[in-house]
């Protein structure tokens, strides 16, 4: 049953799919509900959710080109759904209806929890070797990484991780087929052949604080730049708990002092870690 939501999943929200037309993601919580618990196929989805008064996803459901196509990208991976063992629980817990219900995917998802690493691009190499370290000390504690793919920080640390041994996330601010990175897996919620935008990179910095159990912010710009924004606005939704390279920028003190935990060394990670408190998800189901 569980493929077979993946499926209607996929033909209603994959972006880059061709559609008659298309319907508002905020649904897809209460579309999956009604699919759940009537148990049905595909075929008789359509019915279902007529009934439940989704009649544009209902009208998209009945569309046998998209059925094929989607079931085409579910049997060959191609694509993450939200009803996936692998799909990031905690997507779930702190957007509720605004976590994405399908993404395109290159790659496995790694079945241990997420920490995030995020950072500038341009950087120092005393920066870039500290980020590889705090990767390779994720794995260590049993984790795997998540960034965003950029140059700098994110690459570094996720570099570190596999270099360790372990598995790293990379999520896009462009579409799936300009993603070429061998060992990590690519995670993107643009139509395959977009290129970069702010708002996608934006979408993008949401999805990594609210998939990691904690983000370590290894170098901002104070006041200025999508680290900046994006740790601010984490803090603010209470995405997860920040960690901060401590050193003395004002842009590492002014996260530090928005509760960020201070981090002097990559082997500090475990301490910074444990002196985090759990924060509760937008439902209070984190």
């Not at 989805?45 to 008064?53: D, N």
């Not at 960034?147 to 270099?163: K, L, Y």
Request: with cysteine.
């Amino acid at each position: 049953m569980l493929e077979e939501i993946s499926v209607c999943l996929t033909a209603l929200y994959l972006r880059g799919l061709s559609r008659p037309i298309n319907v508002p993601r905020r649904r897809w919580v209460q579309v999956v509900s009604n699919l759940r618990t009537a148990e049905c196929s595909i075929a008789d989805s359509p019915a279902v959710l007529r009934k439940a008064g989704f009649w544009e996803e209902a009208i998209l459901l009945e569309t046998d080109e998209l059925i094929q196509a989607s079931k085409e990208l579910v049997s060959a991976r191609s694509v993450l759904t939200a009803v996936e063992v692998t799909y990031p629980a905690r997507w779930l817990e702190r957007l509720g209806h605004s976590a994405p219900p399908a993404l395109w995917i290159k790659g496995a998802m790694p079945e241990s929890a997420l920490l995030g690493i995020v950072g500038s691009r341009q950087i120092e190499p005393h920066v870039k070797e500290f980020a590889v370290n705090v990767g390779g000390e994720a794995v260590r504690l049993g984790f795997s990484i998540v960034s965003g793919g950029a140059d700098g920080c994110d690459r570094a640390g996720a570099a570190g991780a596999v270099a360790r041994g372990g598995q790293a996330v990379e999520i896009l601010p462009f579409g799936i087929n300009g993603y070429v990175r061998a060992a990590r897996c690519g995670l993107s919620v643009c139509a395959p052949d977009d290129v970069f935008s702010t708002a996608a990179a934006m979408e993008r910095n949401t999805l990594i604080y609210a998939a990691s159990e904690q983000t370590v912010v290894v170098q901002a710009r104070f006041k200025e730049g999508g680290t900046w924004i994006g740790a601010v606005e984490a803090t603010r939704k209470k995405l997860c708990p920040l960690i901060i390279r401590e050193d003395g920028s004002p842009a590492s003190k002014a996260l530090i002092g928005l509760s960020g935990t201070p981090l002097a060394t990559p082997e500090g990670l475990q301490e910074a870690l444990n002196s985090q408190p759990t924060q509760r998800g937008l439902f209070g189901i984190g």
